[in-house]
């Protein structure tokens, strides 16, 4: 079973999604904009998929200009707000048996399969 973190507004959270459909397989899916995620999972999906906290970071809404930008903050409390603010959470991520995946390119998701 695969789990998707998914955005429905995001195209490449969307993309990531029709892959999965195509190969057959109907995800879980979480949308963490509805169901923020903790910070341990979070850290978890970071972790797991081999990113950085950076890259699982949007720097381009309100969140990040109000909260981080220009700040020294810890990793732990940038994961953090990301609880606090799913928008600062970058997507998608996808996690199954055979591990976790930030599908950036979507095409990611298929190492899942």
Known sequence: MITLYHNPKCSKS??????????????????????????ELIEKLIHESGVSIEQALRTDVEEYQQFIEGKALSDNE????????????????????KGTK?????????DLL
């Open 78 to 97: 940038i994961i953090a707000l990301m609880s606090a603010h799913p928008r600062l959470l970058n997507r998608p991520f996808a996690s199954g048996q």
């Open 14 to 39: 969307r993309e990531t999604l029709a892959i999965l459909r195509e190969a057959g397989v109907e995800p879980t899916i979480v949308e963490y904009l509805v169901t923020p995620l903790s910070a």
């Open 102 to 110: 930030f599908c950036r390119p979507p095409e990611l998701v298929k």
